[in-house]
């Protein structure tokens, strides 16, 4: 399965809670879904949520929908978490640098960033 067929099951599930309230309950869905993908296609799901953490457009370039964009940022890094996917530890040092250089995100979001980092490189 290509990474594309995942961003697709990733985008079809986050659709279909869009009307809840608790975002632990989206990523709870969104780890019943990806789960059984980690064992045969490990690779299709770290490269849907690479794709996800390569999201960057400058502030002044930036519209009201591109928090959608930058919310899936936050939800690659939790899953990546949850699911042990230490691959993605460079993409996530990456946009660090990159909020830092204000490519995306706001530099208020650094701490909490810097913090899902060293999360993720202490999964075992």
């Not at 928090?67 to 899953?79: F, N, Q």
Request: hydrophobic fraction near 40%.
């Amino acid at each position: 399965m290509a990474k594309e067929k995942i961003i697709g099951l990733i985008e079809h599930t986050i659709h279909l809670m869009h009307s809840r309230e608790s975002q632990y309950d989206s990523l709870s869905d969104l780890l019943t879904l990806l789960r059984p993908y980690l064992f045969k296609e490990r690779q299709a799901v770290v490269g849907a949520l690479r794709d996800y953490l390569s999201f960057r457009i400058r502030k002044e370039r930036r519209y009201p929908t591109d928090y959608i964009a930058e919310a899936r940022i936050w939800t690659s890094i939790d899953l990546a978490i949850t699911l042990k996917l230490t691959e993605l530890i460079l993409d996530v040092e990456r946009l660090i640098k990159d909020v830092e250089q204000k490519q995306v995100l706001l530099p208020v979001n650094i701490p909490d960033l810097k913090k899902q980092l060293e999360n993720l490189r202490n999964t075992k």
